[in-house]
């Protein structure tokens, strides 16, 4: 897109001004920055604020047995602050962009929870059970023993349930919500959509277990997510299937991830053979089966969802700049 030339006889823009301004507005570039600083001033303020108040937690303190519930718990409602930090910043971005901040990726229509719900199941617990299948027909790794019984099932279920829940919110918001709608104005879709994985992926690095194996496939899953966004114009199934394979990963099947297994898991698994193939102390996220398994997630999902006449897609509109609504919401 091209700037406007100006009208004869009128004063040209400044140098000053072209580095600030397109035809579009505030550069893209200056927004990012601009959204950036919010959550950073946010985080500055509550953590000058917790320690005023004397509330910090500690690092590497040790939850007792009895209280390892508080775990998800505390997991669950951190992630969700992070959210609304993340969630308000899009917002204030939103009102000075004269946007509605659904356009950012979580807009609230009909089609938002079966397509979450179809994220979690079909593209998220299922893809996973399918992998511990294949790993189980080699031979690699075993489901175990049942470790909860009664209503400690439901319990921890549920409590994991809302832990990781937040953090497929949190995460994909983060990564592929305002940052990759508006790289997208700067780059075009699929270079924003790459960068934000590399990132995506080298903020897990962060991660004590990880491997080079398993940062790869964080990676691809972000590939994967971007893609889902591509087809169907919104995070609502990215967000689904996050939430979902870490929820089957961590409790139902109780295999490690990131090479912490989380208490409260319904089954006892074990894994026997190369690191290479069962993930080892990593869980299967460092298997390579995984990253064989979502460069297959994102060749169905590309062959399944095709792309429609009005798909809302990560493009600006010539006049408006705005994303236009898809035609099956």
């Known amino acids: 897109m091209e700037l406007e030339t ?3 006889g009128s004063t040209p823009p400044s140098k000053l001004n072209l580095a600030f301004y397109n035809d579009r507005g505030l550069r893209a570039g200056w927004r990012l920055l601009i959204f950036a600083a919010i959550p950073c001033a946010i985080g500055i303020g509550l953590t000058f604020l917790i320690k005023l108040l004397g509330l910090g937690t500690g690092a590497g303190r040790k939850i007792p047995e009895n209280l390892t519930y508080l775990l998800p718990l505390e997991q669950g409602i951190g992630q969700l602050v992070f959210f609304l930090i993340i969630l308000f910043a899009s917002w204030v971005m939103s009102r000075i962009e004269r946007r509605k901040v659904g356009d950012y990726g979580l807009p609230l229509t009909r089609s938002a929870w079966p397509r979450f719900f179809t ?7 299922l893809p996973l059970t399918v992998l511990l299948l294949v790993m189980r027909a080699v031979h690699v790794f075993y489901f175990g023993t049942i470790s909860l019984h009664g ?4 319990s ?59 940062i790869v496939g964080v990676f691809l899953f972000g590939i994967f997510a971007a ?25 139902f099947y109780g295999v490690a991830d990131s090479g912490f297994q989380v208490p409260g898991h319904f ?8 690191d290479w193939l ?10 390579i089966l995984t990253l064989i398994l979502l460069a297959l997630m994102t060749v169905v999902f590309l062959i ?26």
């Not at 939430?243 to 961590?250: I, R, T, V």
Request: aromatic share 16%.
């Open 151 to 154: 209503r400690a099932i439901l």
């Open 119 to 125: 994220g979690y199941l079909l593209w998220g617990f």
């Open 278 to 287: 069962t993930g080892g102390t990593v869980g299967p996220e460092g298997s």
């Open 227 to 251: 893609v889902t966004l591509w087809r169907t114009g919104n995070l609502w199934l990215a967000v689904g299937a996050h939430a979902g394979w870490d929820w089957g990963q961590s409790f």
């Open 304 to 329: 399944i969802y095709k792309p429609q006449p009005r798909a809302l897609v990560m493009n600006f509109a010539k006049d408006s700049g705005s994303i236009a609504e898809s035609s099956n919401e």
């Open 6 to 8: 100006a009208a004869p």
């Open 267 to 274: 089954l006892n698994p074990h894994v026997q053979g190369p």
């Open 156 to 214: 921890w279920g549920l409590l994991w349930g809302f832990a990781f829940l937040m953090v497929g919110f949190f995460e994909e918001y983060s990564f592929r919500g305002y940052a990759l709608y508006t790289l997208t104005d700067g780059l075009g879709f699929w270079p924003a959509a790459i960068i934000l994985a590399l990132v995506f992926a080298w903020v897990h690095t962060g991660n004590g277990g990880e491997t080079k194996i398993g």
